[in-house]
């Protein structure tokens, strides 16, 4: 494992970690109170004001990182113990535009329903670029349609290869760094990619015409801003993460989306997403003081997570080593 950590403020606040996939063991994903976040309809984007009460409904669903962990071990996956201390070197971080935010749907083949989605949300997407868990343990990044409970690929049926699966923007495919204009429709909160300020008047009036008659006319008007209007990108923070044949990279750092994804090709991936954004973001690790805690987060991060992705490494996270004058540094 190799990390990689900047924080010089006002210039650089960003994370690269770097794991080779023998190390990894198992990869989870959870949602908090699932049922309670497929009765709502997340944060809205699209109108100019949510009811504040409901609001309150979806941020009450979300959970500390550790109460995630704390329910996977529940669930029989063992990675605390009885006084939430690693049982287990896990790395954790987040999957936070589920629950939030449309087209962030998910599909788990031991919940029932087995795909989640927010009330409201369009599922209006031809395919879904989906973090894949196979059943086997392998994660890849896969373009999936759902039908009733079945995962498709093209015309092919893959229910049965597919442990677990959620939707991330697919920036960095098969080495090729992806264009906005390609994906731009797939950013429902449309301030991951560009720049206003929807507190002041000019900010509300570039936001209200980009959600005209959503979800029918979105793409086109989030172009038109993009191209036409001069709205300038948005340098957005973004969790990533990328794979290539050996490794898994977490890439926690600002850009847009070309910019991050640039990144991942350089730090070796071929396919990289993106998971959440801004104040979600954090890297969580097994070995801080004093029963984990957090390697990397942003600088506004707000604690509680509506879902987690945890991956799991060989072996167990206390080591017993023999006596000596040495040293020894375990991780």
């Known amino acids: 494992m190799r990390i990689e950590i900047h924080k ?4 650089r606040n960003d994370l690269l970690l770097e794991i080779a996939r023998s190390e990894v063991e198992d990869t989870f994903f959870h949602i908090a109170n699932r049922d309670c976040f497929r009765q709502l309809p997340g944060l809205l984007r699209h109108t100019s004001r949510q009811d504040p009460n409901v609001r309150r409904q979806v ?3 979300k959970i500390p990182v550790e109460e995630h962990l704390k329910l996977l071990t529940e669930y029989g996956h063992a990675l605390l113990d009885h006084d939430g201390h690693p049982k287990r070197r896990v790395i954790v971080i987040g999957s936070r535009n589920v629950g939030n935010n449309h ?3 998910a599909w788990q083949k031991d919940e029932n329903p087995k795909l989640f989605h927010i009330q409201g949300d369009p599922l209006n997407y031809p395919s879904y670029s989906c973090l894949v868990r196979h059943r086997d343990g392998r994660l890849a990044v896969r373009a999936l349609r759902f039908d009733r409970g079945r995962v498709f690929e093209g015309d092919a049926e893959v229910t049965e290869e597919i442990e677990w699966c959620v939707f991330a923007n697919w920036v960095l495919r098969d080495g090729k760094v992806v264009s906005v204009e390609g994906v731009i429709e797939q950013f429902y909160d449309i301030r991951h990619v560009l720049a206003f300020d929807r507190e002041r008047e000019p900010g509300r009036q570039i936001e209200a015409e980009i959600y005209q008659d959503y979800p029918g006319r979105f793409r086109e008007n989030s172009l038109r801003a993009l191209r036409e209007k001069g709205v300038p990108r948005n340098r957005f923070l973004h969790n990533c993460l990328g794979l290539s044949d050996d490794h898994l990279f977490i890439l926690q750092q600002e850009g847009t989306i070309e910019e991050v994804a640039h990144w991942l090709k350089a730090a070796g991936a071929k ?3 993106i998971l959440d954004n801004g104040g979600s973001v954090f890297c969580w690790a097994w070995w801080l003081y004093p029963k984990g805690g957090f390697l990397f987060t942003a600088p506004d991060y707000r604690p ?4 987690v992705i945890a991956f799991v490494l060989n072996g167990p996270a206390a080591t017993h080593l023999p006596s ?4 020894f540094s375990v991780i």
């Open 271 to 273: 396919d990289g997403i």
């Open 59 to 61: 941020n009450a669903c």
């Open 103 to 105: 087209g962030f749907i």
């Open 324 to 327: 000596g004058s040495a040293s």
């Open 304 to 307: 509680a997570s509506s879902a």
């Open 8 to 11: 010089t403020p006002g210039l």
